[in-house]
């Protein structure tokens, strides 16, 4: 077990890319950190250790600075002879002092501290992160990024009985289920069409394309000429008068086809694209690009493009299929949403919800009120008890506000632009304003302009937007660890703050010629105890006799929004809690459905299906609420692929690898989920008595949403590696008809794995061939290589097929050049695997002696 107690280099050193264009001076520390045990003193908590090393060449004094972090747990000394004192500033903001248990440093010196963190460690992305240094003169140096070292111990690593990692013989075993076709027959478009019947020959696209267009399809065929210009080098001549050799490409109108629905053909005259609306037309433009093999994609290709002859029939499933983006927790560039937005649309998505503003970011320019951007889009060192004008790191943005990932935000211009490129591509924009809770960037903006018109004397106006009561002794603390981020509902001038925001975002979707359907004003996760010693309350509850309780104001609140956005004839969408109230029954608080708001075209996304909540979609949608299946467990696409301490994401909702969404069954989704977030077989109880789904909540089941949240995703890559694969098969579940296997009796049943096997061979062989062509080129998580040792030869597998595998001998990382596996070799310690696409990119390595490699 050598290999599994080195230090990771390829994928486990996590390089935090703070920003420090405000230093020169080298940094004279490194941190390491060390998981030593999970369920540590019998609680769900986890030992660890952070190893301090002076790297300088001179002596560091243990006095006079602090040692700044974020850290998603909460922390504290695992005993009283540790060396520093750790203090919680907010949410994941911490710092270490020196105490007089420490000692000066001599070069080369090492350090450690051991600490507890209250809930388990299941990879990377629970370290520390982020560190910096204030010397106490004003002087902030980054440290170089946390080198993280393996578990010594895996089962130490275990939360529950069988909670093994994820390692190469499992993985092989794993990938055994989805070994299929080696090569593509016939046409295979992503999402599947209703109906596709292929011909025998096919149609050359000439260099140069004549496309004519029905007078209604115009902005669809100039978006189909500047497309086939841009991926295929052709030069399009096109008309909106009727072809009349039917030659090229035809945009024609059909309207006996329902919205969405379109027909293709491709025949020895031409291709033939028939719709009854835009939207159909594009998804039918969309298909025909699919349609073009991988191969043609290179810029390199020289080939004139052959299309299939094919009639292809097709309609969704879903009217709503949904991308939610976070932009919030680390911000992503207009460019970016536009690559983004690109992808949507080839695989027929038509929603992106827009996750703007959260405790750690306001992304979005608001003209008349310009401190949300002023101060909510920017985070930076900052020190409690001083009036800071940003806000702080979060997530490992380190010490520097001009961090790119930290500070940023769309101006209204940025925004309108977004607009008008997504309607173009027939993508509905869904803003979300977060209300109540996860508003910190709000709550420390409007503040921040209290102060700033108290000071000019301007009272009634500082105080138009304040989201927070003066004197709230409430004692609380949000999921995210932040114990202010929750608006006060009692005052007035949070109504007025919404109604501001909601107006100028109206007046930007006016001004780029979108319609506003709805505006999505959160909802989720407002912890225990807030309001409850606000002042502002209290004086509420006194005027108000009808308001008794904090449960009160919650259903109050959305009543609230509900009816102003119905005056501006907005619906209002919401997540799950949006449609609930707490009730006591039996002596306990429960949450049930809200009558009030019932069959009232309200939007919930529900993303809950854990610990209780299993069947809580088909509650809602039952009760009369529109409902988007928005499951952690299958569509969180933030989630890890598996337990492996050096796969990226989060884990509190399961492990979701590329067969999770896939697998889905919308209307009867117990059908085949029968474990919980942690592999346990959920209990009969639970199946038995969960509610089913009832004509009614049938119809009320509008869509399905894919969601990303962005606290790991540092880059562009990062967040194009999470979200590919697994969004082919989120689109294939939202689009695509019901497949035979959704109603078979055994959820693995034959019909079930005959298309797995499919689509796992079309993501391998056709549409990641495709993708490091598309937009610049888009990443995407290349599967780690199973790896089993039978009869003393090692054979090797891969989850989908069309890589590579590549080996190295010496218990290094292999690369382009090292040995190609082409069958079973006789086994050896040290061996270390790694998958190559064509392009060079690659898998994490793998070994059968361990996690990684030197």
Not at 169 to 179: C, F, L
Not at 361 to 375: F, Q
Not at 595 to 606: A, I
Not at 647 to 668: A, M, R, T, V
Request: hydrophobic share 40%; proline share 5%; glycine share 8%.
């Amino acid at each position: 077990m050598k290999i599994k107690l080195l230090l990771i280099v390829a994928c486990l050193i996590w390089q935090v890319k703070d920003s420090n264009a405000q230093t020169a001076v080298q940094s004279p520390l490194s941190i390491s950190w060390q998981p030593l045990l999970n369920n540590y003193d019998g609680k769900e908590q986890a030992l660890s250790e952070l190893i301090i090393r002076n790297i300088s060449d001179k002596p560091f004094p243990w006095q006079g600075w602090k040692l700044y972090f974020n850290f998603i747990r909460l922390a504290e000394p695992v005993d009283n002879q540790q060396p520093l004192d750790v203090h919680h500033i907010n949410g994941d903001y911490f710092y270490f002092e020196p105490n007089i248990k420490g000692k000066v440093l001599a070069p080369g010196e090492e350090l450690k501290y051991t600490m507890i963190s209250k809930s388990w460690v299941v990879n990377f992305n629970d370290a520390p992160q982020g560190f910096y240094l204030d010397l106490g003169d004003g002087q902030l140096q980054p440290l170089p990024g946390v080198k993280m070292l393996l578990p010594k111990d895996e089962k130490a690593f275990y939360r529950v009985g069988g909670d093994r990692e994820m390692n190469a013989a499992m993985i092989y075993e794993k990938n055994e289920h989805y070994q299929g076709a080696k090569r593509l027959d016939g046409v295979n478009i992503l999402p599947t069409p209703v109906s596709v019947e292929q011909g025998k020959g096919s149609y050359v696209l000439s260099k140069n394309v004549d496309i004519s267009h029905a007078p209604r399809f115009k902005a669809e065929g100039e978006l189909l000429v500047e497309e086939l210009e841009r991926m295929f080098g052709l030069s399009c001549r096109i008309s909106s008068a009727p072809n009349a050799r039917k030659e090229g490409i035809q945009l024609v109108e059909d309207k006996s086809l329902d919205s969405e629905a379109y027909k293709l053909s491709v025949t020895k005259s031409g291709v033939k694209l028939s719709a009854g609306s835009g939207a159909g037309m594009f998804y039918a433009i969309q298909s025909l690009k699919l349609l073009v093999d991988p191969t043609f994609y290179d810029p390199k290709n020289t080939k004139q493009i052959t299309l299939p002859f094919v009639q292809v029939s097709d309609k969704p499933r879903f009217g709503s299929r949904s991308l939610m983006l976070d932009v919030a927790r680390n911000f992503q560039t207009k460019e970016q949403i536009y690559k983004m937005l690109d992808m949507m649309a080839l695989y027929k998505l038509n929603t992106l919800h827009f996750h703007l503003n959260d405790d750690e970011g306001w992304r979005l320019e608001i003209p008349s009120i310009p401190e949300l951007t002023e101060v909510g889009s920017r985070r930076g060192h900052w020190e409690a008890g001083k009036e800071n004008d940003w806000l702080p790191p979060s997530y490992g943005s380190g010490p520097f506000l001009d961090n790119p990932r930290a500070s940023g935000y769309y101006t209204a211009q940025d925004f309108m632009d977004i607009l008008k490129y997504a309607q173009r591509r027939h993508i509905q924009v869904i803003p979300e304003v977060e209300t109540p809770g996860h508003a910190r960037a709000a709550i420390q903006a409007m503040n921040v302009r209290y102060r700033r018109l108290m000071a000019q004397g301007k009272e009634q106006e500082a105080s138009k937007y304040l989201l927070q009561s003066a004197g709230d002794s409430s004692v609380y603390r949000s999921v995210q660890k932040w114990n202010d981020n929750v608006m006060d509902v009692s005052l007035l001038s949070v109504y007025t703050f919404l109604e501001q925001v909601t107006d100028d975002i109206i007046g930007m979707y006016k001004q780029a010629g979108v319609e506003l359907k709805t505006v999505h004003f959160g909802g989720d996760e407002v912890p225990n105890g807030v309001w409850e010693h606000s002042p502002a309350f209290a004086k509420f509850k006194k005027e108000n006799p009808a308001i008794k309780e904090t449960a009160d104001l919650w259903v109050r609140h959305f009543d609230i929004l509900y009816k102003m956005l119905k005056k501006r004839d907005i619906l209002l969408s919401g997540w799950e809690e949006v449609g609930m109230e707490k009730v006591v029954a039996d002596g306990k608080k429960k949450w049930i459905p809200f009558v009030g708001l019932q069959d009232s075209n309200v939007h919930l996304n529900v993303w809950n299906n854990l610990g209780g909540n299993e069947d809580l979609a088909y509650r809602l949608a039952n009760a009369g609420y529109k409902v988007k299946l928005s499951f952690v467990s299958n569509f969180y696409m933030d989630m890890a692929y598996y337990k492996r301490f050096s796969e990226q994401g989060f884990y509190w909702g399961g492990f979701i690898d590329l067969e999770k969404p896939f697998s889905f069954i919308p209307y009867d989704y117990l059908h085949n989920q029968k474990q919980d977030w942690l592999g346990r077989t959920l209990p009969d109880r639970v199946l038995s008595v969960a509610e089913k789904l009832t004509e009614k909540g049938k119809q009320n089941i509008v869509g399905l949403q894919a969601l990303l949240w962005s606290e790991t995703i540092k880059d562009e890559e990062q967040m194009e590696r999470m979200i590919f694969p697994r969004l082919l098969a989120f689109s294939e579940r939202a689009w695509a008809q019901a497949g035979a296997w959704e109603t078979e009796t055994v959820s693995n049943g034959s019909s079930y794995q005959d298309a797995l096997k499919k689509f796992f061979a079309v993501v391998g062989l056709q549409e990641l061939q495709r993708l490091p062509f598309l937009y610049g080129g888009v990443t995407f998580r290349i599967p780690t290589p199973g790896v089993k040792e039978i009869n003393g030869k090692i054979y090797v597998n891969m989850e989908l097929p069309g890589f590579e595998v590549r080996y190295a001998s010496d218990g290094n990382t292999p690369d382009r050049n090292s040995t190609l596996y082409t069958g079973a070799i006789p086994y050896k310690s040290n061996l270390v695997f790694k998958a190559f696409n064509k392009h060079g990119d690659s898998s994490l390595p793998i070994s059968l002696d361990g996690e990684s490699a030197k």
